[in-house]
């Protein structure tokens, strides 16, 4: 730890390379790390962040290939968010060094819808579109689920359609990195289910490189091509999930990865369960239904 | 979502339920926070008690009409005035003045409001002299605008607009500055041009502030049109109640404050029904 913090070098966030995906640059200071993948749609090489004396992100190297979806699994506060944010641009002012780079054309949803409350839907999905916004905006809200429902206001949807929203609002933008902290971990059971259909609908029709954040195990394995697990700041288990875990074929796969990684996340299988049994009764009531559809 | 499975169950809730029509609602009435609907014309009953108690106090004898006026006094002075055209000559002296510096304030101080509110260097420049200004009273330049623009139209309008600027840029400022930092986010991450992000995130975002000090500074305008109408002015309404107090007409004196009330409920009212009107999309304990 002492030596990770030593590590933390205070480079300017300028320092930080985001080019885009054209050309690729890379900092000057990184001349003992791996290089970037070249064909990957995100690559991480040494990412380091700290807030105060802690470091939270202690060198992480990620990959993410186009058209992959991979879910980001931690305990709360192990810096999955602050991951995200680094890719998003949205972590100026934070100490830290490592490269990183992404797509020109990046999206982020977040947990909370975050809407305008003073525009419209409509309003909210045009938001920073240039040509045919309009036109655009509509057929991705109808894509949602959502046509007709333009002229509303915010406050005036549930929190699932206000997600719903949120979702619109980043893949017109036809994304080729979708970025997602805990998108549906405000949404009841139910919702998020349904939410989990949509976002599989709308990546296998929009193919950006998807990575959600989130500490959900059984969102993880419904929806990702890939999970990593992040663990005192690095990635540490990386797991493919296989095609056909996930679907109700493949229960006893299903039951032994959800069990590698819990306890990959520190949490025992026999407390997992009772997490399970006291949570997401209503969800795995439901589960059966969701993974058919799939 | 394939296997969904439509549980059916009556569609009657339970009081219109056959069994239970005749039955009251036993529920345990919950307690509403809130303050009820909005009722049409209930700002009325507030002034409309006011006037009772005046024309009652007045009627039966409990005020005496040297003191003050009867209400029927006034509005027959009111009659008077209007016949021979003095009141709607100096209401509209009045009433351009004050619509002036109104104007005039308002936009200067949303203007700072923005330029501080938006750069760091607007803010070190504006903040600091707009709030020394806000702590020498209105009332304490008069003098010196005299001195500097005499005693026409250009000092009253200066003087209200001075008056008018500071709550509308204050307010403006806070709200600006209360619009939170997830939006801007947001902003970031959708690219908007620093154009767009002050068209559709920072103005709408600081319009309920904006509001706020515009109903602070209407009622200003009027407070400041009266002190410098009764200082030195030779037409309107605050100039129509110093020539009465010279000549101890009482009853013009009370029309006078009479006007200035009305005004400034009428303008208070105008100003709130266009904030109802541009702030429809907030859900607030107002309603």
Redesign the interface.
């Known amino acids: 730890m002492a030596a990770n913090t030593g590590g933390l070098t205070a480079v300017a966030p300028s320092a930080v390379e985001r080019p885009s995906a054209a050309r690729l640059a890379v900092a000057a200071n990184t001349g003992a790390r791996p290089a970037l993948a070249a064909n990957a749609a995100v690559s991480v090489r040494g990412l380091i962040r700290g807030f105060g004396p802690k470091g939270v992100l202690n060198g992480v190297d990620l990959d993410i290939a186009p058209g992959e979806f991979v879910a980001l699994l931690g305990p709360s506060g192990c810096g999955k968010s602050t991951l995200l944010r680094a890719l998003a641009g949205l972590d100026r002012d934070v100490r830290g060094s490592g490269v990183i780079r992404v797509p020109d054309r990046v999206s982020v949803v977040f947990q909370d819808s975050r809407l305008l409350p003073w525009d419209t839907v409509l309003g909210n999905v045009t938001l920073g579109l240039r040509e045919h916004a309009e036109t655009r905006a509509c057929r991705a809200l109808a894509e949602v689920g959502l046509a007709g429902r333009e002229k509303s206001w915010p406050h005036q949807l549930s929190g699932g359609e206000q997600q719903r929203v949120a979702l619109a609002r980043s893949l017109v933008r036809e994304p080729q990195l979708l970025l997602a902290d805990e998108p549906f971990g405000a949404l009841d059971a139910l919702t998020r289910i349904r939410m989990h259909g949509l976002l599989r609908d709308l990546v296998t029709a929009h193919r950006p490189a998807v990575l959600l954040v989130t500490h959900d195990v059984d969102e993880a394995i419904a929806l990702a091509d890939r999970i990593v697990v992040l663990d005192h700041g690095r990635t540490a288990t990386v797991r493919p999930v296989a095609p056909q875990v996930g679907s109700a074929a493949d229960a006893a796969g299903h039951e032994a990865l959800r069990r590698d990684l819990l306890t990959a996340l520190g949490v025992h299988t026999s407390v997992g369960t009772a997490i399970e049994s006291a949570a997401g009764a209503a969800e795995a009531a439901a589960r059966p239904a969701a993974a058919g559809a799939r | ?4 499975t439509v549980l059916e169950r009556p569609a009657v809730a339970p009081h219109q339920h056959p069994d239970l029509a005749d039955r009251e609602d036993v529920r345990p009435a919950g307690r509403r926070l809130g303050p009820g609907p909005r009722r049409r014309l209930a700002w009325l009953l507030g002034p409309s008690a006011l006037l009772l108690l005046w024309t009652v106090s007045s009627g039966t004898g409990l005020l005496d009409p040297r003191v003050l006026s009867e209400p029927w006094t006034v509005v027959v002075t009111a009659g008077e005035l209007i016949a021979d055209g003095r009141l709607q000559e100096n209401l509209a002296v009045s009433a351009q003045r004050a619509l002036l510096g109104l104007i005039f304030g308002t936009v200067v101080g949303a203007v700072l409001a923005l330029v501080a509110g938006l750069s760091r260097v607007g803010e070190a420049l504006i903040d600091g002299p707009v709030q020394i200004k806000r702590a020498i009273p209105g009332l304490a330049l008069i003098p010196l605008l005299i001195l500097w623009f005499g005693i026409d139209e250009t000092m009253k309008v200066l003087t209200i607009t001075l008056g008018v600027f500071v709550p509308v840029y204050l307010q403006t400022y806070a709200g600006l500055r209360g619009i939170d930092l ?2 801007v ?8 041009s620093r154009a ?1 992000f002050i068209r ?2 920072v103005l ?2 600081a ?1 309920p502030g904006f509001f706020l000090g515009l109903r602070f500074a209407v009622t200003g305008a009027w407070v400041s049109l009266v002190v410098v109408e009764q200082i030195n002015a030779t037409s309107g309404i605050g100039y129509m109640m110093e020539l009465a107090r010279t000549y101890g007409q009482t009853n013009i004196i009370v029309l006078g404050l009479a006007v200035y009330g009305i005004l400034g409920l009428l303008s208070d009212g105008t100003v709130r029904l266009i904030e109802r009107k541009a ?5 607030t304990l107002a309603g």
């Not at chain 2, 979502?1 to 969904?4: G, I, K, R, V």
């Not at chain 2, 702030?279 to 859900?283: G, I, V």
Request: aromatic letters at 8%.
């Open positions: 979502m394939s296997a969904a997830r939006y986010e947001l902003a970031q991450t959708v690219r908007l767009s559709r995130v709408p975002g319009l702030l429809s999309w907030q859900r």
